[in-house]
T-cell receptor, first 111, second 114 residues
Framework: AQSVTQPDIHITVSEGASLELRCNYS??????LFWYVQSPGQGLQLLLK??????LVQGIKGFEAEFKRSQSSFNLRKPSVHWSDAAEYFC?????????FGTGTRLQVFP | GAVVSQHPSRVICKSGTSVKIECRSL??????MFWYRQFPKKSLMLMAT?????????EQGVEKDKFLINHASLTLSTLTVTSAHPEDSSFYIC??????????FGQGTRLTVV
């Protein structure tokens, strides 16, 4: 079955600290991989995506993610978190016709 | 990036009435549009996929007669929740894709049925 697991429901970090949000997936083939961010009451904004090629992907707002095929993972990282990064983060996998979303990780940032 | 506008952002309706939500691609032609439903503290669940000029394809468990989707043009898709009930209260999000692989999301609509 196709699925996405984000094991961390809620993460709290201090501003300036590093961040890693985990994402594991189960999919029949090598999927397209995405990370989205959602602010309260808002839609989703694409942070980055992986289709093929270099497994380390750079995105907007200083985020990056690394695709590890052997671990079926696509973890999101940021070296130094800003207070404005507080939001809900969703990992998604799929193809052009359908995306499967994880349940999200809520990031809280303390000053 | 491309802009997808969803309207209204919030709507309150009485039980038994219908409500229409619009999703517009403002600066590109959306050959495919997707409608999602997001429950509190839950992920997004794909409800249906629509291609311009064709009938929408609904996901398993989604009532096509309750959630009417129309994709009449390359820039507009609508979701009509018919005979709404309180259990239909949710956050509905659309996304739109052109010929490329990336889908762009609207800002969502908070539907409350009282």
């Amino acid at each position: 079955a196709q699925s996405v697991t984000q094991p961390d429901i809620h993460i709290t970090v201090s501003e300036g600290a590093s961040l890693e949000l985990r994402c594991n997936y189960s999919y029949g083939a090598t999927p397209y991989l995405f990370w989205y961010v959602q602010s309260p009451g808002q839609g989703l904004q694409l942070l980055l995506k992986y289709f093929s090629g270099d497994t380390l992907v750079q995105g907007i707002k200083g985020f990056e993610a690394e695709f590890k095929r052997s671990q079926s993972s696509f973890n999101l990282r940021k070296p130094s978190v800003h207070w404005s990064d507080a939001a809900e983060y969703f990992c998604a996998v799929g193809n052009t016709d359908k995306l499967i979303f994880g349940t999200g990780t809520r990031l809280q940032v303390f000053p | 990036g491309a802009v997808v506008s969803q309207h209204p952002s919030r709507v309150i309706c009485k039980s038994g009435t219908s409500v229409k939500i619009e999703c517009r691609s403002l600066d590109f032609q959306a050959t495919t549009m997707f409608w999602y439903r997001q429950f509190p503290k839950k992920s997004l669940m794909l409800m249906a996929t629509s291609n311009e000029g064709s009938k929408a394809t609904y996901e398993q468990g989604v009532e096509k007669d309750k959630f009417l989707i129309n994709h009449a043009s390359l820039t507009l898709s609508t979701l009509t929740v018919t005979s709404a009930h309180p259990e239909d209260s949710s956050f509905y999000i659309c996304s739109a894709r052109d010929q490329t692989t990336e889908a762009f999301f609207g800002q969502g609509t908070r539907l409350t049925v009282v």
